[in-house]
């Protein structure tokens, strides 16, 4: 599968980026990154603080031909997708700083990562549909790198703040990219309770019937997908 990475400095939103570039008929996947944001996007309106070339900000462009239904899957499996990359990239026994306590990574539903029970994850995903399927589909993801605890949010947290350890943003988001487009392709081939399942291994409260239900309701997960 083809991948275009496009490489920012500074953009208002990697998400707007994206958007216009998909408008402009850019192709699945395609990849905005950017070394800070201005007015970096959460849910609900919320804000992400990007603080400059400390985290990885980053928007996929999608073009999924799944229904509608499925697509309010995509923020949890996306939140699969970097669990399985924070996991790779600080190993299951990696310690935190030089004590023997394990850097735990959990899914909180319905699409927040938590690193020792603190935020270091955002991820919005937006859409446009046209009829009832998507047009495109584009997932924001931010993570908190080497970002001081200073430099966040009062409940959020970071790589180097959990681990004490400093990370080449550069060498590691490829393997964000790599966990996307597995998890992706698998969705594309329609294996929902497959990854339901993988998220409740990264103890996301809940059976896979109680999430299947929750996503199939916007009253209970609240507007997971900003459909546009």
């Not at 216009?20 to 970096?40: D, H, M, N, Y």
């Not at 446009?128 to 993801?141: A, N, R």
Request: proline share 3%.
């Amino acid at each position: 599968m083809y991948i275009k990475i496009i490489k920012l400095d500074k953009v208002d939103s990697t998400n707007n980026y994206a958007s216009k570039a998909a408008l402009c008929g850019a192709r699945e996947i395609a990849v905005v990154s950017a070394r800070t944001q201005s007015l970096g996007k959460g849910r609900m309106g919320r804000q992400w603080v990007s603080v400059p070339g400390k985290g990885i900000y980053a928007s996929f462009i999608l073009r999924p031909a799944n229904t509608l239904k499925e697509i309010n899957y995509l923020p949890l499996f996306s939140a699969l997708a970097t669990a399985r990359f924070l996991e790779n990239i600080l190993g299951k026994e990696c310690k935190k700083n030089k004590d023997t306590e394990k850097v735990r990574i959990k899914i909180k539903l319905p699409n927040d990562i938590m690193i020792n029970g603190k935020k270091a994850v955002g991820i919005l995903v937006e859409a446009k549909t046209t009829g009832k399927k998507p047009s495109f589909v584009i997932i924001g993801i931010g993570i908190n790198i080497n970002s001081l605890k200073q430099e966040l949010p009062e409940h959020a947290t970071s790589l180097f703040v959990e681990t004490g350890q400093k990370y080449d943003i550069d060498k590691i988001f490829p393997k964000l990219i790599k966990e996307m487009v597995i998890v992706y392709k698998d969705f594309k081939k329609g294996k929902i309770n497959s990854l339901l399942r993988e998220v409740l291994a990264f103890g996301a409260a809940g059976s896979v019937k109680e999430i299947e239900e929750m996503f199939d309701s916007r009253n209970k997960a609240g507007e997971v997908v900003h459909f546009v």
